[in-house]
């Protein structure tokens, strides 16, 4: 098996050097010139200030709980290691990732002005950064922990390194989250409601907070987010591989992802855009074709390593496509080229309420197909490798093999998915410091950018939350196992009782996490209502808004938000654990995986239907810009903002931490 | 045990009598003279013609199901009658309350001339003719067959009346869900909103379909409701009290009803103000005095029926508490004497979304510890009453029948808590009545009015969620015997699908019901927006508005409407258990009781507290009406309203509805 282990490295070595190499080709980039610059250095000063301040709190708790490792009976000096590569890998991967995009803005804003193509490719290959260094450093990490520490055949040992990636992606998800939607809540709701002001004007208090959080949030935060569903999906994979009796199932899915990650560095090339071709179409096709070339070169190493063993790669393939499907359900139901988002929208003409609650309706149905199809997939994973003969356990451990294996599938392509949504930010901020320079000539090929994400928003929104649901039961049942677990019975009331626990527990950091926004928002809104109204001046132009105060009640407000939410997280599984026993900590899993996919779903799906709604209209439909039906679907637009880029993503993580720790706690001996 | 029947005879006879003897004391009342009138039969006509459109679509479907029962080998001509008395009997609580109801409102609204006392008794009276029909007919519906066919014995055959109960409640929350907030929401925003004109200002074409809709959905809709519920709970306790070995357990849930009729009867008579009392006061000291009569006839039962065997009173008890312990922390969250109430209103200061952030993650937030209530009344009744050694049945069923009494507990005090919920639309439609004729000078005392119900309000609200979360425990739990399941194992992949499809179409049912209600008040909207603009000096109140084309759209909407969400509630479990089987069908209904749950908490608590945000507001804090302050809040109110009373309430019956489904189909013997 030495040849799969050389195959991780070799991929997780070319990842990183193509990051280098996108990263370089980026800075070589002229970074334009005066405003452009200095708009883009105020950026970078806040985005940096933010990461440091934010790793310094969640440097305190790595600490703590690095400490822990270390003490404890059960886990000692090589856990806290493994725990402490966990957090740092995923830090160092948000870190760097945005210490790019942060460069590559301006200088996406500068080629904007040149033409579609070289923005296009600057911003993509920003992106490509932080895609390449998620899967490089995830796949360097498991296996650099599970070789030095010759873990093969126990890599149960492996979860401490998850339970770091989780907590560290799970702060990072929500600080950026909330920090990222109290500025554009804050911008949104003064300049572009009550003052009438156009995005990213720059007499804005609020606009660089603003673009600064696209970078905190969208970008490394994202990047957290995937790096930690990625190690996790790889762990969980290997964990109950190993109860197949054959170390080749414990080291298939680092097979799987080697041939995702070459699949997504060849796919990158793909993306430049050809004459006359739509700008979506490029980024689409590329990530289709990393999809296929996964597929293929998946079933080659099946052939290779079990021969007529398709139960295995019918799994994976099946979680390939159940992304996709995933993601195109929710592109139909949220782009403004399809019937839902534009019913959204004409509701608006009704008001701001009947906009709510269509946008709100259109989320709660998008979500069905996506869970149809997640338990679709679950079903036939299970039943088609528990039928199969592979590995010497039983049915049981081979059908959540293959359920493993379909999360895999999905999470194969996590270093395309990554690129394609770091794109976005890096566009969004080129927009902004284009408006803020007053470059109008250049305002349509940024808008263009722009406008390329969507779909592919969707498609990578689709793939993050499918593979958190299948990463998630995954873990579940591996939970089963370390547990000692023969049934979870549900006519067991301490299990109803579990369930409704995590059912209410991750309603109640959904609660944390809203609030949180609107509260941050709130002071937000009042600090730049006060400049208006105190800076002589402001609103003709003729002075400078206080850009850092803004900043700084971003910061603040996300740094002590984001504690009581995470704390929650991991220390109601302990509770519950606990006072209930194994069982219950059992359905508490299930009850926050129920709740976490379709809180995720109709959050993210709601809020991108709001938002596309919005964006149908400032097209000039239903009267455009300026009109009460604008004005009403922007308040829908506000409304979706938490939930779709701080709740509803930070729910995938919550779910797969609480699983996380209950398996710590199994492992550890504690129920 | 004939005691118990004869027992229970006597308090359904008692429960009617003292519905007519209430219903004449209410018609006996002048009925106010000139407009007052005018407007009150424009309200009758409404109501009754929508209730017999409705009936008369339910009456097919009920007339197809009853030959369905008739037809089918396992259940026949008896299962028939079974059920259309279940049907019949839940319709006619509907229709003669709210006759009442629509009778009351002019004879409320002129007693309030002559002052508060009088106006509140009369209201109450409508309000208890509802109550006191809901609990009579209820019991003499269950006692009336099972005594009749001999069932005592076999209590699972009355599963049909049940399922009659269950879906004309169904039809009649979501038909009435639907009419009442189009109605509402239609008006509010025209009306409030564009023109600035009051609630019920004669000069708004929707306000005669509003008033209707006050009748249709929060009384005859609500009234089906509650019956579905008293009657479920008492027909699954009996069915798990069979498999004890005793009849006196089958007839134990008969003599806890009894003794909540007698209960909620007493207590009736302390509804009257006394000078120097808030009113408020005087209907909540009624309603805790019912509960705490309840808990002392229950202990006197128990001691008689029994003896010694306390682990029965302790459920039954806590069934109590936790209701109220619910109702309180909704009340606590939704009050606008509460922080966060006032928080909510606070925020509409900073605009309509946050104004709906707030609200939201309020509602999400209100859910933590009703949640935690039940799990904890679930997991307590269990662990004594298996614990405890009577009946001659194994543990787990005497946890079961711990769990049922709870339920039964909470529902005890039906009567009570119906009354006082139905007292408040026949205030609203008075307060509404005095508007349309200008009487200013009773404008106040309809206003206290219709404020005493809050509190009340959310503890019936409390009841009914905390009971259908229960009964739907309970129902679950019979299934699982009916269908002869030894485990319902979590780490059946078909049972975590399962869940995922329960979660799902609970999920979908919300999106049906919410967007049939955006869908229906923006054909209001323009119909509204039509009137003030073609008809001539409409807004200067020279000009009459056509009422009746808005009650007419109202009516056909929610009669389109409410078809397929209650179609799909019936039809899903039947697909699931048919393709997955008896244990995926099991999952199905656990995810969705957690679905609905946390739905129907979050719906309610956070629709009432942006509704009590804007009455804040409107009291004149924060600027009082007419401000932007204000102007977000209605907002939020509107996008409250289908939450709070369409898609919220209709949750508590559909999650029961599928767990009879499923019931009905292991009956059957289809799973």
């Not at 299970?382 to 359920?403: E, K, P, Q, V």
């Not at 003729?542 to 971003?554: E, L, M, N, S």
């Not at 938000?561 to 509770?575: A, D, K």
């Not at 509803?648 to 699983?659: C, D, R, T, V």
Request: aromatic share 6%; charged share 15%; hydrophobic share 50%.
């Amino acid at each position: 098996m030495q040849g799969l282990e050389i195959l991780g490295l070799i991929s997780a070595g070319s990842a990183i050097l193509t990051a280098t190499l996108a990263a370089r080709s980026v800075l070589r980039r002229p970074t334009g010139s005066g405003r452009m610059v200095e708009v883009g250095e105020a950026i970078k000063d806040g985005a940096r200030a933010f990461l440091r301040r934010q790793y310094t709190t969640v440097g305190i708790f790595v600490l703590l709980a690095s400490l822990l490792f270390l003490v404890s009976p059960n886990f000692g000096p090589k856990a806290s290691l493994a725990y402490l590569c966990g957090s740092l890998s995923s830090m160092a991967a948000g870190y760097f990732g945005m210490q790019i995009a942060i460069r590559a803005n301006t200088r996406t804003a500068h080629s904007a002005l040149s033409g579609l193509d070289e923005a296009l490719k600057v911003a993509f290959r920003a992106g490509l950064v932080m895609g390449m260094l998620v899967v490089g450093l995830g796949m360097l990490a498991v296996l650099g922990i599970t070789l030095g520490f010759d873990w093969l055949h126990d890599p149960s040992r492996l979860l401490p390194l998850s339970f770091g990636a989780s907590s560290v992606a799970l702060f990072g998800r929500v600080g950026g989250g909330i920090y990222t939607k109290t500025a554009d809540v804050g911008a949104d709701l003064v300049g572009k409601i009550e003052k009438g002001i156009p995005e990213d004007d720059p007499r804005n208090p609020a606009v660089i907070a603003d673009n600064v959080g696209d970078n905190v949030g969208d970008v490394a935060g994202m990047g957290s987010d995937l790096y930690e569903s990625y190690v996790e999906q790889i762990v969980a994979t290997m964990i109950v591989g190993a109860m197949l009796g054959d170390v080749k199932y414990v080291l298939f899915p680092i097979g799987i992802a080697a041939a995702g990650i070459f699949s997504s560095i060849v796919a990158s090339f793909m993306v430049r855009v050809r004459r006359g071709k739509d700008p979506s179409y490029v980024l689409n096709s590329a990530s289709f074709a990393s999809m296929a070339f996964t597929a293929i070169s998946v079933f080659l190493l099946v052939r290779l390593l079990f021969g007529s063993e398709v139960a295995l790669l019918v799994s994976i393939v099946l979680g390939l496509i159940s992304g996709l499907a995933i993601g195109l359900a929710s592109d139909y139901f949220t782009n403004r080229l399809h019937k839902p988002a534009q019913y959204v929208a004409r509701s608006a003409s009704s008001g701001a309420a009947i906009n709510i609650l269509s946008g709100f309706s259109v989320g709660l149905f998008s979500l069905f197909v996506p869970v149809l199809v997640i338990s679709a997939s679950v079903v036939a994973s299970y039943a088609i490798n528990s039928a199969a003969s592979y590995g010497t356990a039983d049915s049981l451990i081979r059908g959540i093999y293959g359920i493993c294996l379909a999360g895999m599938g999905m999470l194969s392509v996590t270093g395309m998915v990554v690129s394609a949504d770091a794109y976005g930010p890096v566009a969004d901020n080129a927009g902004g410091i284009i408006e803020q320079c007053g470059e109008e000539r250049a305002r349509e090929t940024t808008d263009a950018l722009d406008s390329v994400g969507n779909t592919m928003k969707a498609i990578s929104k689709g793939f993050a939350i499918g593979s958190a649901a299948l990463t998630a039961i995954a873990l579940f049942a591996s939970y089963s196992q370390v547990a000692h677990l023969k049934v979870i019975d549900l006519l067991k009331p301490e299990v109803v009782a579990g369930a409704m626990i995590g059912a209410a527990v991750i309603s109640l950091f959904c609660a944390l996490v809203i609030l949180a926004v609107s509260r941050n928002a709130f002071r937000m809104v009042e600090e730049v209502r006060r400049q208006f109204r105190e800076i002589p001046g402001l609103m003709e132009g003729k002075a400078k808004p206080d850009y850092g105060r803004c900043v700084d009640i971003a910061t603040t407000g996300a740094l002590r938000e984001l504690i009581v939410p995470t704390l929650l997280v991991i220390l109601s599984p302990i509770l519950v654990g606990v006072s209930l026993g194994s069982a219950a900590l059992g359905g508490m899993q299930l009850g926050a995986i129920l709740l976490g996919l379709v809180f995720a779903l109709l959050m993210a799906n709601a809020g991108a239907a709001w938002d596309n709604a919005k964006k149908f209209i400032e097209l000039g439909n239903l009267g455009g810009k300026g009109t009460p039906t604008h004005q009403a679907a922007v308040v829908g637009d506000t409304v979706g903002d938490p939930f779709k880029d701080a709740a509803g993503p930070s729910l995938n993580i919550a779910i797969k931490l609480m699983s996380v720790v209950a398996l710590l706690m199994a492992l550890g001996g504690v129920v």
